[in-house]
């Protein structure tokens, strides 16, 4: 048994959450459910795992809430400020900066910010360097599980404040 089973039904009582306006936090789509239930299959051990690992992540707490207008998010009718979500500013960062996109990619400015961003996101995980080694990457699952589950416990709390 890993880490997600109670993140899961966790994620499962946001389904029928609903927060200002009636808006459901997360939507609940196939590419969602199939996220879910590949978070059980494995625990990532390299970059291309992790990878997996993250895009669900990615799917599921992203573009499960919106995206650029992330409904959890107080600006746009939820419960939670930018700086409680470190979690999700976190996967985006290590999907976008360095799994899924060329991190040398544009200007030099573009590239120096994309680097800042990821070490960022490294040493918000507790590490020093760029992950290599299986035990690397297990930590980062491990620590990322973790993260998720108290970000859907502060989310739970501050919608049962509003209720």
Known sequence: MNGWDTGQSKLQKFRHTTIAKKLEVFKHTNKAVDAILDL???????????????????????????????????????????????????????RNKWLRHDPDHGNEKKIIKSSQSL?????????????????????MYSKLSKEARRFLECLLEKVKEIS
Do not use: H
């Open 40 to 94: 059980s299959l494995f625990v990532p051990k390299d970059k291309a795992e992790f990878g997996q690992f993250i895009d669900n992540l990615y799917t599921i707490f992203y573009e499960g809430a919106g995206d650029d207008k992330l409904r959890f998010l107080q600006e746009n009718g939820g419960v939670l400020e930018g700086s409680e979500c470190e979690f999700i500013w976190c996967i985006k960062q290590l």
């Open 119 to 139: 070490r960022d996101a490294f040493e918000w995980l507790g590490l020093n360097q760029m992950p290599t080694e299986p035990d690397d990457f297990v930590y």
